[in-house]
């Protein structure tokens, strides 16, 4: 009998329980993070769309770049061709819902409505039992009401949606240049198998998403076919709109064919009874089951994707887009179902144990275990970054002075650099630069604001008369209903400006005081925050502060060169035909320079805008080529060079930092987003260096893991 010492002890904690608990955190982090990208997805819900989409369109069109490439034209022209030919495709697309489908929605409720109204009557009729009965009136009145409120938010979105178009038609040129290059960057850090694996992947994703992307747009185009014979032979009242409307479902798997088929049914049945709704839904059903014979599968089943998966995108996809995202959420889903097992193999490694790794990695798998590593510091960064923004907006009188005096002396310290060479002792030309500075800044402030306080109610008249003009050529709503969402915003945009005068002048007063004391001491106050740096970690922040110096000055002067030409080609041509408001209009060309693509976009089309609505054919001839002619220019010329040489990024980031920084911080974020992203696309590969454990030069002695090569198989550790 062994006594109670030399019986092994059971250990503290079950393994089964370590265990599930191991499994569990990583779980937890890894679900954690997604929720987290999730919310940031949501948040620019208008970035993510717009880059989806052009992804999206870019997939779908691969055949027609293809072949423009195959003849021998030039990566640029091949992409200008393409988005060129998108953006035809597309204008016709939103001029025939437009004028079809748009003005025929209230008909279309009505209609639906009345099918529904006729379904709760005739089962009343029948003599159905009062449960049955108010559990389909029930039904009926949640139906009717659901779509009313989906119509209507569909109008309220008009503006985030045509900003969706806008923004992803500018990055579908960008997307056909450089998507490549653009995923061969992010995996630049991968090993070279891993690169090769998910390089590979995402090229087999984009051909399938082409291809299935082709087969829901050829199959919803004849349902539609079908819908509108069916509809034309049993004289439907709107024939065409509902035939728009079982289009429009069939690029949203499960849900979107049975919502519109039933919709459709509902319309047939108030228009020529239950007969012909019965045979109408039969007709589409038989279609639908057709055409997977016919032109392929068309879905994503069959493409290897299970119908639940497609149920909780559709969801998430609502939840962060809306309409649009349960369309966008469909290729989302597809790809991830690609690339997603090749980024899982990439993560697991090699299946040998690494030096500082166990013989059994247990339960959790190596690949989850690096996604949760990942993810659980990745929270960390994401959690100290919002505690620090929330801090800082507590405090706003502190933080915008600052802000502002950082920006401007970025701007102005050449200018000290001159002086000091002309022989002026630091405090004098500090001095002298920051009074003169804000002197011109405060110039320029208030003659803006003064130029548009009066007529910034004349123009958006103007502007919405000049669209409701537009929208009256063609048939539609949409322009009109566009300008009276911007509209409203930008006249409280001036009267906010013009109601916090006091407290600009504060902004003024602390900006130019501390605006003087970084030009003066900004270097010594660096070296004392920085002084207790190791040697080779502060000359590494040194180089950081000398870029971001260069980035915001160079771009706050550049912007400036581009919004005063721009402006002034406006006003000279607007005077010239004799057109009212040149100079307000002008004011806000400048103002809207400093919010590259989009600004000079919107601030050109106002001044159209106005000349449609006051100006002769000729005169709105001459503005149409002109705003076509500036916008190309700016946009394709001028904006890249400028920017490119400012703040060394590409111009898709440039734009997409404008709707993200619009998103996070309002205007203040459209005008900080592209030099803020100028300053992390120059300055983050030294900020990663300052955060590693030995310096980056060529005589550390760094320990460089060979490349382990792809992952084993049992017979190749064997």
Do not use: C
């Not at 009136?137 to 045509?162: F, K």
């Not at 089309?605 to 500036?630: Q, Y």
Request: charged letters at 10%.
């Amino acid at each position: 009998m062994t006594s109670p010492q030399a019986q092994p002890r059971r250990p503290l904690v079950p393994d089964w329980l370590v265990q599930s608990a191991n499994l569990g955190w990583r779980l937890l982090a890894v679900a954690a993070f997604g929720l987290v990208a999730l919310l940031g997805a949501a948040i620019l819900g208008s970035v993510v769309a717009a880059v989806v989409l052009s992804a999206v369109v870019t997939a779908a069109v691969d055949p027609f770049t293809q072949r423009l490439r195959a003849q021998g034209r030039s990566p640029g022209v091949t992409a200008a061709i393409v988005t060129l030919a998108v953006g035809a495709g597309g204008l016709v697309v939103i001029a025939v819902l437009a004028i079809a489908f748009i003005p025929a929605t209230v008909d279309l409720i009505r209609s639906i409505e009345a099918g529904l109204a006729q379904i709760q009557a005739t089962l009343e009729t029948a003599g159905v039992p009062p449960p049955a009965s108010t559990f389909v009136s029930e039904l009926v009145t949640a139906a009717a009401d659901g779509l009313s409120s989906m119509v209507g938010a569909a109008v309220g979105s008009i503006a985030s949606t045509a900003t969706v178009l806008l923004l992803a038609f500018f990055l579908l040129f960008f997307m056909v240049t450089d998507l490549d290059r653009s995923i061969e960057w992010m995996l630049q850090a991968a090993w070279p198998w891993q690169r090769a694996m998910i390089t590979e992947a995402t090229g087999t994703a984009r051909s399938r998403l082409g291809r299935v992307l082709r087969e829901m747009a050829l199959r919803a185009v004849v349902l539609a076919l079908v819908a509108l014979v069916f509809g034309l032979l049993v004289g439907l009242p709107n024939p065409l709109p509902l035939a728009l409307l079982i289009l429009l479902g069939g690029f949203i798997p499960l849900v979107g064919p049975i919502a519109t088929t039933a919709f459709f049914a509902l319309a047939v049945l108030a228009a020529s009874g239950g007969v012909a709704a019965i045979l109408a839904v039969v007709v589409l059903i038989v279609a639908t089951l057709a055409l997977p014979r016919l032109l392929g599968p068309g879905t994503l089943r069959g493409h290897g994707v299970h119908p639940m998966v497609v149920l909780v995108a559709l969801s998430l996809g609502a939840i962060v887009g809306g309409g649009l995202g349960m369309i966008l959420a469909v290729p989302v889903v597809l790809v991830l179902t690609i690339v997603g097992p090749a980024v899982i193999t990439a993560l697991d490694g090699l299946r040998t144990p690494e030096p500082d790794e166990g013989d059994d990695d247990g339960i959790v798998p190596r690949w989850l275990d690096r996604l949760a590593q990942w993810s659980i510091r990745l929270l960390v960064l994401v959690a100290v970054v919002a505690i620090l923004l929330i801090s800082l907006g507590q405090v706003p009188l502190l933080v915008v002075p600052l802000i502002v005096a950082a920006v401007a002396a970025a701007t102005l310290s050449p200018g000290v650099s001159l002086l000091l060479r002309r022989g002026l002792t630091p405090t004098t030309a500090s001095l002298v630069v920051a009074v003169g500075g804000y002197g011109l800044i405060l110039l320029i402030v208030l003659g803006s604001l003064a130029a548009l306080s009066g007529p910034i109610q004349e123009i958006v008249a103007n502007a919405s008369a000049g669209a409701g003009s537009i929208d009256e050529l063609l048939g539609s709503t949409s322009l009109a209903a566009v300008l009276a969402t911007i509209g409203p915003e930008l006249v409280a945009f001036t009267a906010t400006l013009l109601g916090t005068v006091a407290g600009f002048g504060i902004v003024v007063v602390l900006g130019s005081i501390l605006t003087f004391y970084l030009l003066r001491d900004g270097a010594a106050g660096f070296e004392l925050v920085t002084s207790r740096f190791t040697s080779w970690r502060h000359a590494e922040l040194e180089e950081v502060a000398r870029r971001s110096s260069r980035v915001l000055g160079g771009y706050m002067i550049g912007t400036g060169v581009v919004s005063v030409v721009g402006a002034a080609a406006q006003f000279a041509l607007m005077t010239i035909l004799g057109l009212p408001l040149a100079w307000p209009l002008a004011v806000l060309s400048f103002l809207g320079g400093y919010i590259p693509y989009i600004g000079p976009f919107i601030t050109t089309s106002l001044a159209f805008l106005v000349t449609v609505a006051t100006g002769s054919s000729t005169d709105v001839a001459i503005m149409f080529v002109f705003t076509l002619v500036i916008n190309i220019v700016q946009g394709n010329i001028v904006a890249p060079l400028v920017y490119g040489k400012a703040v060394s990024i590409h111009p898709a980031v440039v734009l997409l930092a404008i709707p993200a920084g619009s998103a996070i911080a309002g205007i203040a974020g459209m005008f900080l987003a592209v030099p803020v992203v100028g300053i992390l696309a120059t300055s983050w590969r030294i900020v990663l260096h300052v955060f590693a454990r030995e310096p980056a030069t060529e005589s550390a002695e760094v320990a460089v893991r060979p490349d382990p090569g792809p992952p084993r198989t049992a017979a190749d550790q064997a």
